[in-house]
């Protein structure tokens, strides 16, 4: 499994499909699960967004009076996310995260799921690195055991035990809330999504 044609091949997903994603996911109405991770912050919180998509969440935390980075492997959707959001969105691989002590959380909502299970390790140690003392991490994927190519791109699924499992062999995090939610697209809803709300050790 060579992980740069893994992290190209969805890549160029994105890159060719960018409008459409950007359509099909900015006007998702995502405000519960949004105001459930910033319940948990204080006021004029630093927030990674780490892999922004659309740049639908960066556009609302922003909002909130919240301070924002917003980040993404694409350089198609990093344009749009820019154009909508106001702000530069930065182009760059989840495994090119390199701070230390810098964010009071981190959003990965529908984002590190492209990255095989291996790759969550590192990755998720240099998130907790990133982030402050009792940092948080909100992230979601598909929910199941599945990890493999779907749709042109690359996923790793979860379930509670195999994200549990993960958490044990990295001893970064430990898990604040988890939930399992339908799809929020219209027409998705038979998909269901594993929400997780994880702490800094």
């Not at 319940?39 to 892999?51: E, H, K, Q, T, V």
């Given at each position: 499994?060579?992980?740069?044609?893994?992290?190209?091949?969805?890549?160029?997903?994105?890159?060719?499909?960018?409008?459409?994603?950007?359509?099909?996911?900015?006007?998702?109405?995502?405000?519960?699960?949004?105001?459930?991770?910033?319940?948990?912050?204080?006021?004029?919180?630093?927030?990674?967004?780490?892999?922004?998509?659309?740049?639908?969440?960066?556009?609302?935390?922003?909002?909130?009076?919240?301070?924002?980075?917003?980040?993404?492997?694409?350089?198609?959707?990093?344009?749009?996310?820019?154009?909508?959001?106001?702000?530069?969105?930065?182009?760059?691989?989840?495994?090119?995260?390199?701070?230390?002590?810098?964010?009071?959380?981190?959003?990965?909502?529908?984002?590190?799921?492209?990255?095989?299970?291996?790759?969550?390790?590192?990755?998720?140690?240099?998130?907790a690195q990133a982030l402050k003392e009792n940092g948080i991490v909100y992230t979601s994927?598909?929910?199941?055991?599945?990890?493999?190519?779907?749709?042109?791109?690359?996923?790793?699924?979860?379930?509670?035990?195999?994200?549990?499992?993960?958490?044990?062999?990295?001893?970064?995090?430990?898990?604040?809330?988890?939930?399992?939610?339908?799809?929020?697209?219209?027409?998705?809803?038979?998909?269901?999504?594993?929400?997780?709300?994880?702490?800094?050790?």
């Amino acid at each position: 499994m060579n992980i740069d044609k893994i992290m190209d091949k969805t890549l160029v997903y994105y890159n060719q499909n960018a409008e459409m994603f950007t359509q099909n996911t900015i006007n998702v109405d995502f405000k519960l699960i949004q105001e459930n991770f910033l319940r948990m912050l204080p006021a004029c919180s630093n927030i990674l967004d780490f892999g922004c998509g659309s740049g639908r969440d960066t556009k609302y935390f922003l909002s909130q009076g919240h301070s924002v980075t917003a980040t993404d492997g694409s350089e198609e959707l990093c344009k749009l996310a820019g154009k909508y959001t106001g702000i530069p969105v930065k182009q760059m691989l989840f495994q090119d995260l390199d701070e230390k002590d810098t964010y009071d959380a981190i959003w990965a909502c529908s984002s590190i799921l492209h990255l095989p299970y291996r790759e969550l390790k590192p990755v998720l140690k240099k998130m907790a690195q990133a982030l402050k003392e009792n940092g948080i991490v909100y992230t979601s994927f598909k929910y199941g055991t599945f990890e493999g190519e779907r749709n042109g791109r690359y996923f790793t699924d979860m379930t509670e035990e195999k994200f549990e499992n993960l958490l044990q062999e990295i001893e970064v995090f430990h898990i604040e809330e988890q939930w399992v939610t339908s799809d929020a697209r219209p027409d998705r809803g038979d998909e269901k999504w594993l929400n997780l709300i994880l702490r800094k050790n």
